[in-house]
């Protein structure tokens, strides 16, 4: 039974939801007083805590909280089921439903004589205008259900703050600094570089490699010198101690080299 009993409150929820967008409200005058239904002695009373001294303001992406306080005045309990509402157009003329709101469960009882506050969010994400927001409850009491308007008045909707610290914002502005960089980037080196002469690299010089001739050989007598790199001369006439290159003797550390004589 309990199973039963919940599936038809929650059909009977969307219905409610339907009955809210359904409901047009009257535009000639503003509901901002406790409302009473005429079949049932309840009074139903809305209060919006973040509202201001100019009016009430729905801010996008950040929930709207209202508070509803129920007095019940029957002889027997009630129960309050769901409360939702509606944005309408505040055209006197041609009002129309702009969009409909969340219906939330309760399933609350109240019982005779007293009072109870629900708290009821909702969220919106509109163009910025004016708008008329009406809210309703569901309520039973002995097996039957009614609706109750707890709230017809103006509204406006707003768009929050922006904040440098945002952190969508910081990737925009980085996003169209990266742009700004890259096509000041692009204008330079296609409009502005080329007209620019080009500055040449030094070539660098090498130094000149000194080379020592170790083949040449001098004779003891005054002439000039014959280089043994070819042989481009006559060896005869040459002694063989001169063609010959003596080995080198080792010495002993402390001690004098012997002076040898020129050979005659």
Known sequence: MPRLLDLALLLFGFQAAGVFAQAAPEVDEEVENPSTSPALAVTVEAAFPDAEIFGIK????????????????????????????????????????????????????????????????FQTNLHPQDLRLNLAAVIMSQSTFYTVQAFNGTVTVVDPDASIFDPQILFLYLFLLASALGV??????????????????????????????????????????????????????IPSHHI???????????ARPKSRGRAE
């Open 58 to 121: 729905l801010v996008n992406g950040k929930p709207a909280e209202s508070v509803l306080s129920f007095m019940n005045e029957e002889p027997e309990p009630i129960t309050v089921q769901f409360i939702g509402g509606s944005l309408w157009t505040i055209d006197p003329q041609n009002s129309r439903i702009v969009r409909n709101l969340t219906t939330s469960q309760y399933a609350i009882e109240i019982p005779p004589g007293e009072k109870q506050s629900l708290p009821y969010r």
């Open 184 to 237: 000041g980037y692009w204008f330079y080196t296609i409009w502005v570089a080329p007209y620019f002469p080009q500055k040449r690299r030094a070539a660098t010089k090498k130094a000149p490699v000194k080379k020592i001739d170790v083949g040449a050989v001098h004779s003891d007598t005054e002439g000039p010198a014959v280089s043994t790199g070819s042989k481009a001369y006559n060896e005869e006439w």
């Open 244 to 254: 010959q290159r003596p080995e080198a003797r080792r010495v002993k550390s402390g």
